[in-house]
């Protein structure tokens, strides 16, 4: 698919698609080919990519405190004892749940997802 399809039909910039779509490239996810054809293609099926995937190469790490990270960890500038310290085990229970749904939810998982589905809340 060309990008000025996809920035069209997704209402975004056409230069912030396409570094995203370079940063893709570079991590693996999708291909490109020139010509009349070409365009960007998934480089695996659908099924094999998580949203936690992609959102990793686009945003970086996931976690929600630098001392969370799988990936980018280090400790907090403040921080008095990681064992100790309950906004780290607060929100370690929130990276971890939020781990848990983008790496289980793949792009087959929201392309099969049914026109007019709402989006489930959560209430307080």
């Given at each position: 698919m060309m990008i000025s399809?996809?920035?069209?039909?997704?209402?975004?910039?056409?230069?912030?698609?396409?570094?995203?779509?370079?940063?893709l490239k570079?991590?693996?996810?999708v291909i490109s080919r020139r010509g009349k054809?070409?365009?960007y293609l998934l480089r695996k099926p659908a099924a094999e990519i998580t949203f936690g995937e992609i959102l990793r190469v686009i945003d970086g790490p996931l976690a929600p405190l630098?001392?969370?990270?799988?990936?980018?960890?280090?400790?907090?500038?403040?921080?008095?004892?990681?064992?100790?310290?309950?906004?780290?085990?607060?929100?370690?229970r929130v990276a971890d749940a939020t781990r848990k749904v983008l790496f289980s939810t793949?792009?087959?998982d929201?392309?099969?997802?049914?026109?007019?589905?709402?989006?489930t809340r959560l209430l307080a």
């Open positions: 399809d996809i920035a069209t039909q997704q209402n975004i910039p056409k230069k912030f698609l396409e570094q995203i779509l370079l940063d570079h991590q693996g996810i054809q070409g365009g630098p001392c969370l990270s799988l990936t980018a960890y280090r400790r907090c500038d403040d921080c008095d004892g990681e064992q100790t310290c309950e906004i780290r085990h607060v929100f370690a793949t792009i087959a929201a392309i099969a997802r049914p026109d007019g589905a709402e989006v």
